[in-house]
């Protein structure tokens, strides 16, 4: 880059603004797909705010399946989850259940480390000052430590926060409510508080945690609105009142580590993309971080997003792939905005909420009701509109399953299958697999072709072949080559030229 008086020029096939987590996610995807990716982010490097601190039984299986959750060691796991401050069993079937206890900070250096090493290139301390859609590509121009550096790329992808600048500068629709309420939130030592889970006392709500000498306090005075922020958090003065007037106790001799304050402010844009704009994680979105569902929420955009816009720059498929993106991940954002709208309703409202608690208290006792808030709020309940058929994994993530491999040292687990970025085609172990696996033979560089079936009584061993997109979620399900055809157009785009081959564990991976 120029350190002359103009500005210094570059072009990428995708500028995403924003090195968060969803952010980070993307580039990664971007990379393994094959797609040249510039990252600019204002921060000089990864946040060091302790923030989220948990990753969901859905973002964990994401992980493991581009072999990622190595990077985090084995970090703290809890079944025990809630909904709206109600006790919530999250322990659901997957190798991942529960809820994993890794800070903010890590989350993003881990996701820092794989971006950068796939060839993503990461430009901090750059603030994005314009963006311009025309004549088939973005033009954006930011100001960064040698002065100003304009980019041209096929598309821009916003995953630059609540408070999102590419927001701001395309005048995309975001319709929704601001915050009537907010909880104040502080981490301090030298105070000895006893830990309380969604205490609610006469005059609000209380919650605390101490871990390795550290307290989390967060504290909400029932009726109280929200105060002037203006972008600053609170002082620890604000603070220690509020615990005190709730609590009754002093807290004013502990030593502030960091400060915060969120609001039930809900909004959700109108549209995922605008043309060669899209948006992903918290500028596409707004809601109190009720349960750890924010950061996972932006993550999972991005895993959907990655592989469907490398696709597109690469040329394998068609630009209105991306159309998916918004149509399956607005309706997923859709219901988690409402369940969190539910959630603050029962974690902020007064003495009024209490017979709402006492009679969902008492539907999280029947059959099937714990299942289905477990799997909303873990994201393992997600399902995604894939057209006509009754298949019971047809829009659902296949699950991690041990497969019965018929070569040695081929996968063992069905999520060792997608490491690489591509979908994978499970046969039936009948004659319809010979007729199927032609079919697929020209998509060989993007589809793997698996005739070792799942263990379990799924997919194939249930009369199905399965097709498994990118990103873990079950596009089609049947035993017509015409069906297996159309899925694996729309999935992954034209077929190759020239004669294909496709065979089972013939997929090289990408080197990583």
């Known amino acids: 880059m120029s350190g002359g008086p103009g500005p210094a020029n570059m072009t990428a096939d995708v500028l995403v603004v924003g090195a968060g987590p969803a ?50 060691g084995q970090p703290p796991r809890e079944t025990r989850g809630h909904f709206g401050g109600l006790p919530l069993d999250l322990a659901l079937p997957s190798t991942h259940s529960g809820q994993w206890k890794v800070a903010q900070t890590r989350t993003e250096e881990m996701l820092q480390e ?66 009537t309420r907010e909880l104040l939130r502080a981490d301090v030592s030298g105070v000895d ?102 950061l996972n929420l932006g993550i999972q955009d991005a895993f959907n997003l990655g592989w469907k816009l490398a696709a597109v720059v690469r040329g394998t498929a068609g630009d209105d792939l991306l159309d998916s993106y918004h149509t399956e991940r607005h309706a997923v954002g859709r219901d988690v905005l409402a369940n969190i709208r539910a959630q603050g309703h029962l974690l902020l ?6 017979p709402t608690r006492v009679l969902l208290s008492e539907l999280l006792t ?16 997600i399902r995604y509109a894939m057209g006509a058929g009754e ?48 079919v697929a033979a020209p998509w060989a560089g993007r589809v793997v072709v698996c005739d070792a079936p799942p263990a379990e009584e799924v997919g194939a061993t249930a009369g199905r072949a399965l097709l498994v997109r990118p990103d873990g979620y079950v596009g089609w399900a049947g035993i017509r080559p015409d069906g297996l055809r159309a899925a694996l157009r729309r999935w992954f785009g034209t077929p190759a030229p020239g004669p294909g081959r496709s065979g089972a564990f013939t997929h090289t991976p990408r080197r990583r």
């Open 391 to 438: 298949h019971a994994l047809l829009g659902r993530r296949l699950p991690d399953l041990p497969l019965r491999p018929r070569t040695p040292g081929a996968p063992r687990r069905t999520t060792e299958l997608l490491r690489a970025g591509n979908g994978v085609l499970f046969l039936l172990d009948s004659d319809e697999a010979v007729t199927l696996a032609a």
């Open 366 to 381: 029947l059959p099937g009701v714990q299942e289905h808030w477990a799997g909303m709020i873990s994201g393992l309940g």
């Open 349 to 354: 409202g007064g003495p009024e909420v209490e």
């Open 114 to 179: 794989v971006a950068a090493g796939l060839g993503a290139d990461l430009r901090r301390s750059h603030r994005l000052v314009s963006v311009t859609a025309a004549d088939g590509e973005v033009a954006a121009e930011t100001v960064g430590p040698r002065g100003r550096l304009r980019i041209r790329a096929r598309y821009l992808v916003a995953c630059d926060g609540e408070d999102s600048t590419v927001r701001r500068l395309t005048g995309a629709d975001f319709p929704g409510r601001d915050a």
């Open 23 to 72: 952010g980070l996610t993307l580039a990664a995807e971007l990379r393994l797909g094959g797609a040249g990716v510039v990252v600019v982010d204002e921060r000089p490097g990864p946040t060091t705010e302790s923030r989220a601190s948990t990753l969901h039984a859905r973002t964990m299986e994401i992980f493991d399946s581009r072999d990622w959750t190595k990077h985090l």
């Open 193 to 294: 508080v006893a830990d309380r889970r969604f205490q609610r006392l006469e005059h609000g709500l209380a919650i605390a945690a101490t871990r390795h000498g550290t307290t989390r306090v967060m504290v909400h005075e029932f009726g109280r609105p929200p105060g002037v922020r203006d972008g600053t958090a609170p002082d620890f003065a604000e603070v220690c009142s509020a615990w005190k007037r709730v609590t009754g106790e002093d807290i004013s001799h502990g030593t502030p580590l960091w400060l915060n304050a969120f609001g039930d402010a809900n909004r959700q844009l109108s549209r995922y993309r605008h043309g060669r704009v899209l948006f992903a994680g918290d500028s596409a979105h707004r809601q109190m971080p009720s349960g750890g569902q924010a």
